[in-house]
């Protein structure tokens, strides 16, 4: 299990003394723990966690992205350094051909024959992809695909 391993991971990083991992995987084990108390404590499933990296994934690219606008590159590498252990949790990431490939399969499926159906497809596709594929990258895909 994945909430597991982060914990394992931990108590790794507290013995060797890495600061950064420990931050990192303190405030995301925290994160786990809020939506587990939304969820009147039902323990997650690896799915659920899953979403909670990508969301905090995607927080650190948006600081990392203002703080180097902010010409504050002392924290930018702070925020890379805290991305890259995040994602190390989350599964292979596709390449670009094969969501275009996931995409046209979606688009054939759901029937979808213009850019209002972007919607569908992309429901599918991220069901398809969760973890494996950033959702800007997919829906800039479908939105290329849906054009043609």
Do not use: C, W
């Not at 990508?54 to 924290?75: A, C, N, P, V, Y």
């Amino acid at each position: 299990m994945l909430e597991k391993k982060i914990n394992d991971d931990l108590k790794g990083a507290m013995k060797e003394k890495k600061t950064i991992k420990i931050e990192t995987l303190r405030m995301l084990k925290a994160e786990i723990k809020n939506v587990t108390i939304s969820k009147k404590g039902t323990p997650l499933e690896d799915k659920e966690v899953f979403q909670i990296i990508s969301k905090q994934i995607k927080q650190h690219r948006d600081s990392i992205e203002t703080f180097s606008k902010g010409g504050r590159e002392d924290l930018a590498e702070k925020e890379k350094q805290e991305l890259g252990i995040l994602q190390s949790y989350l599964p292979k990431q596709l390449s670009k051909e094969e969501i275009v490939s996931i995409v046209k399969q979606a688009i054939v499926e759901t029937g979808a024959a213009s850019r209002s159906d972007m919607g569908k497809v992309m429901k599918v596709v991220m069901e398809k992809v969760r973890g494996a594929a950033e959702g800007k990258l997919v829906s800039q895909i479908v939105a290329e695909q849906l054009g043609n």
